[in-house]
């Protein structure tokens, strides 16, 4: 599993709480390796501190800055052992309940990435105003209409990948930011791989500042725009 993070001292003990119970309870085999672009809040030292409390579970890749989520994927995949990647946020808005779902749908299916969506029936968003509710909306309704990637939410996050599948898709995706999550779908469309979703619910934040600003919005849609440019010539 990958955890970038950023200023996130307050949600990583939780969040490693979360994950290693549901590891327990399923019986998972499953690693930690956190992404850190040098928070100035102390996440290296918390993560840390949670490398005694689960020995042997949690690795930590230190990064000189924030260099964007694409790199932090790279850097990160390097770390890891096994055949599958879980990619979520470390903020409390991913639950780790919802593994288990896209380890049995993978197993299912044989899909080559499994993505949670918020906007499939049984899947919802808690604790967003309707600026955030719009701006997603939004930005997923201008993607779906002009890209056609067959998948109802290409902004979220949340995500298990095949490696080798993540390794190929990491090395064709430019998009930083907000528009890397759904460039990702769309190189995965163009390769032909299979994509299921899983139903979730994502929570906004409790602890320290959402990440999505009036920039990201604007790099979301030159993102949009870039790859429908590519698509036509």
């Known amino acids: ?98 593994i288990p779902e896209f380890i049995k749908k993978q197993k299912e299916t044989k899909a080559n990435i499994v993505t949670g969506t918020r906007y499939a029936r049984k899947g919802g968003v808690f604790g967003w105003n309707l600026k955030r509710k719009l701006t997603s909306r939004v930005a997923n309704f201008i993607a779906d209409t002009l890209l056609a990637p067959s998948c109802s939410d ?21 998009s930083k930011g907000y528009a890397f999550q759904m460039e990702v779908i769309i190189r995965a469309r163009e390769e032909h791989y299979q994509i299921e979703e899983v139903p979730i619910t994502f929570i906004d934040r409790i602890f320290g500042e959402s990440k999505l600003g009036t920039n990201e919005v604007v790099t979301y849609l030159i993102g949009v725009w870039s790859l429908l440019w590519n698509a036509r010539f």
């Open 154 to 174: 290409l902004t979220g996050s949340f995500r298990l990948y095949e490696r080798d599948v993540l390794e190929v898709l990491m090395n064709k995706v430019k």
């Open 1 to 98: 599993m990958l955890l970038p993070t950023y200023n996130e001292r307050e949600n990583l003990p939780l969040i490693v709480y979360l994950i290693m119970k549901v590891v327990e309870q399923h019986k998972l085999s499953l690693e930690i390796v956190v992404v850190d672009d040098h928070s100035p809040d102390g996440t290296q030292d918390v993560v840390a501190k949670l490398q005694k409390i689960y020995p042997n579970r949690i690795k930590l890749h230190k990064r000189p800055g924030k260099m964007g989520l694409g790199s932090a994927y790279k850097d990160g995949l390097k770390l890891c052992d096994g055949k599958f990647i879980i990619l979520m946020d470390a903020d409390l808005s991913h639950h780790p309940k919802f």
